[in-house]
């Protein structure tokens, strides 16, 4: 009877240890796109084509920029990125600029990089050209931005224009930059 006991102890102590480790992974991917949750990771082209990941990023801060050349309120908001990119890149600060332009990959590339030319921004864009990162991310306008920290945690989202170099949203960069 006891040595029954014993083999069930030690029976439910293996199962507990063995459901803990097979669901660990699912708790150590805390990856949503919300505030205070780990940025999903992607692996999107740019313009070249060279493949960027969002991880390849750790370390830095990163402003994920959402938005396309059709767009108006996203053409007034990129100067602004490109002044705070210019501004705090030696400090760490990277921009990455997702298009969302559809249709032949080869063709959103020209436009994407003409447009790119034209504002004289500097920081890469990507292509997403199915709009399958927007897709996890749950966008619901255009443009939409995510600061994200050095650890890949986002701390900030907004849906809309948002001009990059006014004191409210310098104070928020600075903060993840210290």
């Known amino acids: 009877m006891a040595s029954s006991f014993k083999r069930m102890t030690w029976l439910l102590a293996f199962t507990i240890v063995i459901?803990?480790?097979t669901s660990l992974p699912a708790f150590a991917d805390d990856a949503r796109p919300e505030?205070?949750?780990f940025a999903p990771d992607f692996a999107l082209c740019d313009t070249d084509p060279k493949l960027i990941r969002l991880s390849d990023y750790r370390g830095k801060v990163v402003l994920l920029n959402f938005w396309a050349t059709w767009c108006?309120?996203?053409r007034l908001e990129m100067p602004t990125m490109e002044q705070v990119y210019r501004e705090y890149k030696r400090r760490g600060l990277e921009v990455l600029a997702v298009s969302l332009?559809?249709?032949h990959a080869a063709v959103v590339a020209v436009q994407v990089?003409?447009?790119m030319k034209e504002l004289k921004l500097t920081f890469p864009a990507l292509l997403d050209p199915k709009m399958e990162v927007a897709r996890r991310?749950?966008?619901v306008g255009l443009p939409t931005s995510f600061l994200i920290d050095r650890q890949g945690r986002i701390r900030f989202k907004e849906v809309g224009f948002r001009s990059w170099t006014d004191p409210d949203s310098r104070?928020?960069?600075e903060?993840?930059?210290r």
Request: aromatic share 8%.
């Open 19 to 21: 459901g803990l480790h």
């Open 35 to 37: 505030v205070g949750h």
């Open 72 to 74: 108006p309120p996203c």
């Open 101 to 103: 332009d559809t249709g």
């Open 113 to 115: 990089a003409e447009f």
């Open 137 to 139: 991310y749950r966008l």
């Open 171 to 173: 104070k928020k960069l």
């Open 175 to 177: 903060a993840l930059l």
